[in-house]
């Protein structure tokens, strides 16, 4: 643990790596103690080799006495005691000597020489290529081969990577082929292309497939064939490769049969049928027709030409599924029903066997199989159908509910339909099948879709909007919105809600106008402004029953936006527009939260944005005194940290509005709200503080007393625990030195010291305090009595005076030798008694679910040897789990619950995104629970190691340091000259270092880690698709200071997690030194980790998902960012980029050797570098001006004193830094971050990975 807590400087969450992670290692070491024990056996090598002796006639039989004959064997003559005791069970219980057979051979590997390893792999050779091998007997030889692979000594030549890689695709083992067919693609990458795409596909990994292709093309600058587009589903491409080859060579019959194939994936039946008639008349080819004539009857089906189909069915093989299904459907068309049943029952026969297979191999791969079986089903409804028309209308609602279970694939809706369309006609399923035209749009089959909405209008053309079902014209009017079309949909959606069609469609109709208008003009000229709203209104009027949360949804914000419209404007005018649009606008967001069906964090952080800013007007304020009445009291639970953090605003109407809020919240879930303000309510001992006046509220309810006691309790000891005396002081000495030495402020100093002293005065209360003041109270009291004297009289010299108190101290508390674990009867006695508590453990309350209370805390905390020094602490809920935290001192954890509360949106997002639900991508987070402004609780995130200790431990072993770069780069250029060298110099010199290693130690730890093939792959694409998922929402929050101990690595899953999120919106762009200005990180280390193809598949197409998903939902993300930036609780150090001086300053900063203006504490001060005694005219202004100061903080801050009007200041600049802010991410989330140009996902995507990579 400690190595580990050494590369993370910034101490976030880690623990040791899970078993399951380390299960190849924890194997190899547990075969070498025992081989090289005491208890250490000999091996008869003679025996051995009669064991493993195989030849290529051995039948199926043969091979299983030879696989129970070696596995025996490699007990008996296995040198590892432990092993050789299992030989008696193992001889008469097979599957034991089956599965530790790896771990005999390897055992017994290791004691042979070079002559009896080669007679070996010999024999192995032969069983790998013998015909007769059974499938299990094979998969257990290719599992040895990658157990010896993972314990870094792989079977020697003759066994090749393209041997065992060819071996596991026939025995369907893809991973394993997937994983050997990468190594020989590094070496030859043109002898293999098609295996991986055709690999990548059977494993579900089309994305991968596709990273292949263009992978190719561009770096291998490949001719690409017809066959690999089909593999990809690139079906356009492959149809107009296959058409330009076959100009050069018409009579080609595979060239033929591949436009076929093209066109019956396309949907394009009338090329389907007519191509298929053509070549049956001039081809005679029994082979060829056999390939044509299941492609031509699907066209026919589909176009509903059941006779035309009777001539290709005979050339469909009967005893297949395919030759029955079709024969069945003719059967059923032509009304002979129990020859139809007859048919459908040999199809599920053929089924069985090949269905159950996959099955048992991948849901995922049996899945259109599975569809197979539900058309079969369907078609027996259909003859149900057609012979009980009492039954029809029941057949009808179970179609329509059962189409929506189904995966949303073009290819599975359409052949369900086409069996559907042997009982139902188009018009009498119009909702399925405009679904269904929706579906095509989604996934760019615009000319299908279209061919759909014409079939369903009966006209070719001149389509007159308002003579037709509105539903149809509803979905025609959008399609030719998507389709490109922008100019006809909007005069379409105006022709459509003239015509007064349709209440539903006609509400929906007016939403489309308000979002469209909105896209084509925005909201910069009050005129378009007008119009949207306009278009809302009627929305809203048209709503079935006004309860469509899209319309109150579309109103609210668009009145948000008209507010923000109108405060440009200072006229009077202005103001009454202003309150009007305020008071739609609240009462629209009400109702929309109302109405939510989802996650209603962005409006209501809208709302609350509204309430801070206009709380003061009397309108406003009524309409949200009716509002929170008329909204569930779990809505708020979600943003108490923004209600929280606007305790002190100078409105009293908002103070007011917020103390409403907050005892409505505290009376129905108290456990929510304890923590939060106890946290608030520490930061001022004012009675009149809301925190404090909704605490006693709080305690006058008797089921809350207790709580509010037990909060307060817990919340102060963590706080104490979290920084002992010790280590405040020592933290106050070195802000306090530079405060005094480099910076010359002494007033500064004193204010940084001063609290600490009057804590000492207040005297210990702990065992660890006790000893504090034993050793270091008098010499504090003398330091102190020397400030009071400062204070009083302005001369600097008793300043010196007191740092001769401090260093002495300082040096004191360094020497003191390094505590690993705190008892807390030492430092906190009263946590060691708080047991069986009414609270909830920290981060674990949610609103109607059990509450996991307060069991008891462990008194035993480790100590983590960062600089920070956090605690890693349990606490053990009543429901016995145990909750490790960290506790943290010296640092604002508000940032971190911030960050959350934008991932938490995210993760709503990503389940509900087309693509990214698919692939269940979540952002991994974790519980942050401030307990004041420099102190929380982060939670324990179990099994996560940072990427460079995952790297740092792969250099170990290999002998190699880790910083080996770097002493490259040193040999090249000495560090003098290095300064000295222009740009293009200092890139070779980087060239040449990053050319000295491969870069590929992460990859090969993910590899070597992992326990078999299909659990790294699964780790590796988990991995791939969560550092895409991170970089994309990174990118867009402008997290910098991504270094490799930010990063951390899920060990079980292979996810990506990111910590320490202190800089944020691009801070670190604008420093004067060294700015950061790659949008993401995406080293080569990273890259290599990846799949063969690198940031092209996986990456990119999670990036292009993921930026698509959050550019289609930016108001919401702005939402929830704008609330963050200008939350008044929380420093994201907009106001400039200069580093966390705290977190950046070396070691030799304090104690050490001074650098230039920087105080050294283990050495007198220089005269010279003491600041100067100030003149006494200077010493009474700042008295003046201290008192002053107090004055006005004694009259509640209403008066400005100089220093206030300085902040002001600040403020100003702050607020025009957060205006940029907000423009910045809206710009991203529009694709003009690099133009004013709009950019496509894509083309944006492949801008940022270029910044990133270059």
């Known amino acids: 643990m400690e190595d580990v807590v050494k590369a993370n400087p910034k101490s976030y969450p880690l623990i040791k790596s899970s078993s399951s992670f380390n299960r190849a290692e924890s194997d190899k070491n547990l075969l070498l103690k025992s081989s090289s024990s005491s208890q250490k056996l000999l091996t008869n090598v003679e025996n051995l080799k009669k064991a493993w002796k195989a030849t290529h006639d051995l039948t199926k039989d043969d091979w299983h006495e030879w696989m129970r004959r070696f596995s025996v064997a490699l007990l008996k003559e296995s040198p590892s005691y432990a092993l050789h005791q299992c030989l008696s069970l193992a001889q008469m219980y097979h599957p034991l000597a089956r599965s530790l057979f790896n771990y005999g051979f390897y055992s017994c590997w290791r004691e042979l020489d070079k002559e009896a390893k080669m007679d070996c792999v010999i024999n192995l050779k032969r069983a790998y290529g013998a015909s007769e091998i059974p499938p299990e007997i094979l998969h257990t030889l290719l599992n040895l081969a990658e157990f010896l692979e993972h314990n870094q000594d792989p079977l020697p030549m003759p066994i090749t990577h393209k041997i065992l890689g060819d071996l596991a695709e026939k025995n369907h083992a893809y991973a394993k082929a997937l994983h050997y067919k990468e190594i020989e693609f590094q070496n030859n990458p043109t002898s293999c292309i098609e295996a991986l795409i055709s690999i990548n596909n059977q494993l579900g990994l089309p994305e991968a497939a596709g990273g292949i292709l263009t992978y190719a093309q561009q770096q291998q600058g490949m001719d690409l064939k017809e066959s690999w587009y089909e593999k990809l589903l690139y079906w356009e491409e492959a149809l107009a490769a296959y058409e330009a080859k076959q100009e050069e060579d018409p009579d080609n019959c595979d060239l033929t049969v591949g436009r076929l194939r093209c066109y019956h994936a396309l949907g394009d039946w009338e090329s389907v049928t007519q191509l298929s008639q053509q070549v049956w008349k001039t081809q005679i080819n029994p082979k060829f027709r056999a390939q044509v004539a299941p492609i031509a009857a699907a066209g026919f089906l589909h176009l509903q030409k059941y006779e035309m189909m009777t001539n290709f069915i005979e050339k469909i093989d009967e005893e297949g599924v395919k030759g029955a299904f079709y024969r069945a459907i003719v059967a059923c068309h032509q009304g002979k029903f129990s020859d139809s049943k007859k048919l459908i029952y040999k199809a599920r026969e053929y089924l069985d066997i090949e269905l159950t297979a996959l099955v048992s191999e991948s849901y995922e791969r049996a899945y259109p199989m599975l569809c197979i079986v539900q058309q079969l089903s369907e078609l027996e409804e259909v003859i149900e159908y057609k012979k009980q028309p009492d039954r029809r209308e029941v057949i009808r609602e179970m179609w329509k509910k059962r189409i929506l279970g189904v995966e949303r694939s073009v290819g599975i809706w359409r052949s369900i339909l086409s069996v559907r369309s042997l009982a139902l006609s188009r018009e009498e399923d119009v909702d399925v099948y405009l679904k269904y035209s929706s579906l095509l749009q989604s996934q760019g089959r615009y000319r299908a879709s279209q061919a759909i909405l014409m079939s369903l209008t009966k006209k070719s053309s001149n389509i007159k909007f308002t003579k037709i079902d509105p539903r149809v014209a509803y979905h025609y009017i959008k399609y030719l919105w998507v389709a490109g079309s922008k100019t006809g949909a909007l005069q379409g959606a105006r022709s459509f809600v003239k015509g007064g069609q349709g209440g539903r469609e006609q509400a929906r109709m007016f939403h489309n106008i308000a979002k469209w208008k909105l896209q084509l003009e925005g909201t910069r000229e009050e005129s378009s402004l007008t119009d949207v709203l306009t278009a809302c209104k009627s929305c809203i009027e048209h709503a079935d029953g006004s309860n469509w949360y899209k319309a109150w949804h579309l109103w609210a914000a668009m009145n948000f936006e ?231 009289l302005g001369d600097i010299i008793h300043l010196h005076h007191a740092w001769d108190h401090y260093r002495f101290i300082f040096i004191a508390i360094s020497r003191l030798p390094f505590l690993a674990k705190i008892d807390l009867a030492h430092v906190s006695p009263s946590l060691i008694s708080a047991q069986d508590l009414d609270l909830a453990v920290p981060g674990t309350y949610q609103a109607n679910k059990e509450i996991v209370r307060i069991k008891k805390i462990n008194p035993i905390l480790s100590v983590l040897t960062s600089k920070q020094r956090p605690r890693k602490m349990t606490v053990v809920g009543d429901n016995g789990r145990d909750y490790p935290f960290l506790l943290k001192g010296h640092e604002d954890l508000r940032q971190d619950e911030r960050v959350m509360q934008l991932f938490g949106l995210v993760n709503t997002l990503l389940a509900e995104g087309e693509h990214t639900s698919k692939l269940h991508l979540q952002i991994t987070r974790y519980e942050a629970i401030p307990l004041s402004p420099n102190s929380g609780l982060i939670e324990w995130v179990p099994g996560c190691l940072t990427l460079l200790d995952v790297i740092k431990k792969q250099r170990e072993e290999s002998g190699i340091e880790l910083k080996y770069e770097q002493s490259q780069e040193e040999k090249f250029a000495p560090k003098m000259q290095y300064d000295l060298l222009t740009a293009m110099q200092k890139v070779e010199v980087y060239n040449f270092a990053i050319a000295s290693t491969p870069g590929d130690e992460f990859a090969k730890e993910l590899w070597l880690r992992s326990p078999n093939s299909e659990t790294w792959l699964v780790r590796r694409t988990h991995f791939t698709r969560s550092l895409a998922l991170m970089s994309m929402v990174g990118y867009i929050l402008g997290l910098g200071d991504r270094h490799l101990s930010n990063i951390m690595f899920e060990t079980s899953t292979g996810k990506v997690l990111h910590i320490d999120f202190g800089d944020c919106f691009e801070v670190l762009r604008h420093r004067d030194k060294y700015p950061e200005k790659i949008p993401f990180r995406l080293t080569r280390m990273l890259i290599h980790a990846m799949e063969v193809s690198g940031i092209e598949g996986n990456f990119r197409s999670t990036c292009e998902w993921v930026m698509g998903l959050l550019r289609d939902n930016k108001e919401s993300l702005m939402a929830v960012l704008e609330a963050f930036v200008y939350d008044p609780l929380v420093n994201w150090r907009l106001e400039g980029g200069e580093e966390k001086t705290e977190e950046k300053k070396s070691e030799s900063e304090m104690g050490g050797e001074g650098s230039e203006g920087q105080l050294n504490l283990s050495e007198p001060t220089p005269i010279a570098k003491r600041p100067q005694p100030k003149p006494p005219k200077e010493i009474e202004k700042e008295r003046e001006r201290r008192e002053k100061g107090k004055e006005v903080e004694g009259r509640g801050g209403l008066e400005m004193s100089e220093g206030i009007e300085e902040d002001v200041q600040q403020a100003e600049v702050l607020n025009e830094r957060a205006v940029e802010v907000i423009t910045r991410v809206s710009k991203k989330l529009t694709g003009q971050d690099f133009s004013h140009e709009v950019l496509d996902v894509e083309a944006q995507v492949h801008k940022l990975v270029e910044q990133a990579t270059r």
């Open 562 to 792: 008209a507010v923000s419209f109108y405060e440009k404007n200072d006229s009077s005018k202005a103001r009454k527009k202003i309150v009007k649009h305020l008071v739609a606008a609240v009462q629209g967001f009400f109702r929309s939260i109302t109405l939510s069906p989802r996650n209603s964090l962005q409006d209501t952080l809208r709302l609350l944005t509204l309430m801070f800013k206009h709380g003061g007007d009397k309108s406003a304020e009524a309409a949200l005194m009716l509002g929170f009445a008329t909204v569930s009291v779990d809505t708020w639970l979600q943003v108490i940290p923004q209600v929280i953090a606007r305790i002190h605003s100078p409105s009293k109407s908002v103070r007011n509005l917020v103390k409403e809020l907050l005892t409505t919240v505290g009376t129905h879930h108290p456990q929510a709200l304890v923590y939060p303000l106890t946290v608030a309510s520490t930061s001022s001992s004012d009675p009149t503080n809301i925190a404090n006046i909704v605490l006693k509220e709080m305690k006058e309810n008797r089921e809350s007393e207790k709580l509010v006691e037990q909060a307060r309790l817990v919340s102060s000891e963590l706080i104490r625990v979290s920084i002992n005396w010790f280590e405040s002081w020592s933290v106050a000495f070195e802000t306090a030195s530079n405060q005094f030495f480099k910076e010359n402020d002494p007033d500064g100093m004193v204010q940084t010291l001063l609290p600490l002293h009057v804590q000492l005065e207040a005297g210990p209360e702990t065992q660890n305090e006790v000893s504090f003041v034993h050793l270091y109270g008098r010499r504090l009291g003398e330091a102190h009595t020397l400030l009071k004297m400062y204070t009083n």
